[in-house]
């Protein structure tokens, strides 16, 4: 059973650039979760996709944005990026809305903008 | 504004010995609380997670205390062996697993 996957595994990218990150749950599991982690701190919410929609969404700009598919797969696009953006970027799913569930994390992406 | 504080920074533990990280909340709405351990290049790993009804919680050598009252949790590992060397995340969520708030991490290093 794959747990959650996530590619590319490294990314470098300019300022100014766009980004698409993907990610793929744990079998059985339809909402997923974005966070991203600087380094030498704990992971922060980005957003959480459900039944193809965005449910919750953290403290982050509109220059980050996701898109869920039927298959319940999840991709993060960042616009327009900084210096500030360089981080791994974690997405972790886990089944339903429920609250008993536990989220899994992926390996992360980690991306690096010159 | 950082909604979960933990503590120490970093840790260093003989093999055996016990390892100890505290982290203290403010938000009562919290009815969650995990521990994360992640290596270098990995993803968080769920260790052990505990909700506010009781106040402790073990899972062979990970050990939750959890202080409602004074908002306080805190993860013990038994036995420490050198495989355990690696950063622990402290997490607090509303309404189950959902938005997790994660505290700075600690890294621990057992030493042989």
């Known amino acids: 059973d794959a747990g959650v996957t996530q590619s590319p595994t490294h990314l470098i990218k300019t300022r100014g650039q766009q980004v698409t990150l993907r990610c793929s749950p744990k079998s059985g599991h339809d909402t997923v979760s974005w966070y991203q982690q600087a380094l030498g701190q704990g992971p922060q919410f980005i957003f959480q996709y459900y039944e193809e929609e965005e449910r919750q969404r953290g403290n982050f700009p509109d220059r980050f944005s996701g898109h869920q598919f039927p298959n319940y797969s999840s991709e993060l696009n960042v616009n327009a990026l900084w210096l500030g953006d360089s981080a791994l970027y974690l997405c972790?799913?886990?089944?339903?809305?429920?609250?008993?569930?536990?989220?899994?994390f992926g390996p992360g992406t980690r991306l690096t903008v010159l | 504004q950082q909604q979960v504080k933990q503590s120490p920074q970093s840790l260093i533990v003989q093999k055996g010995g016990i390892s100890i990280i505290n982290c203290a909340y403010e938000?009562?709405?919290?009815?969650?609380f995990p521990w994360y351990q992640q290596f270098p290049g990995k993803g968080p790993a769920l260790l052990i997670a505990i909700r506010p009804d009781v106040s402790e919680k073990k899972e062979g050598r990970f050990t939750i205390s959890f202080n409602k009252s004074a908002k306080q949790f805190s993860l013990h590992i038994m036995d420490s062996q050198p495989g355990d060397s690696a950063t622990y995340f402290c997490a607090a969520s509303k309404n189950g697993a959902n938005n997790l708030f994660f505290g700075t991490g600690t890294r621990l290093t057992v030493i042989p």
């Open positions: 972790a799913s886990r089944s339903g809305q429920g609250v008993s569930d536990t989220q899994y």
């Open positions: 938000n009562t709405a919290f009815d969650y």
